[in-house]
Nanobody
Framework: VHLAESGGGLVQSGGSLRLSCAAS????????MGWYRKAPEKERELIAI???????HYKDSVKGRFTLARDTAKNTVELQMNNLQPEDTAVYYC??????????????WGQGTLVTVTS
């Protein structure tokens, strides 16, 4: 399974970016799909995920600014990020958990896309 990410870049404070992630390969039933990020000298943290029962979870600091949308048929997710702030600067990673043929939960990570927000 491969996750292809796009949409990172450089933006000024208050600006917007949209990140996209498309999953391909031998994908079983998708349990979770979404985004994490890792800022320099910080731990990787959950930003937004959607579950197989269509519940969405956001990091508190991005609620009201970021919106996660999923296309189940295409196995894609998009993260619309508005009112970006310098503290949002990080490498953003697409994340997916799916069921293998052996009914195991398998985690897959994208390579990451850099988001830089200048003040």
């Amino acid at each position: 399974v491969h996750l292809a990410e796009s949409g990172g870049g450089l933006v000024q404070s208050g600006g917007s970016l949209r990140l996209s992630c498309a999953a391909s390969g031998n994908i079983g039933r998708v349990l979770v799909m979404g985004w994490y990020r890792k800022a320099p000298e910080k731990e990787r943290e959950l930003i937004a995920i959607v579950t197989s029962i269509d519940t969405t979870h956001y990091k508190d600091s991005v609620k009201g600014r970021f919106t996660l949308a999923r296309d189940t048929a295409k196995n894609t997710v998009e993260l619309q990020m508005n009112n970006l702030q310098p503290e949002d600067t990080a490498v953003y990673y697409c994340y997916l958990v799916h069921k293998s043929l052996g009914n195991e939960d398998l985690s897959v990570w994208g390579q990451g896309t850099l988001v830089t927000v200048t003040s």
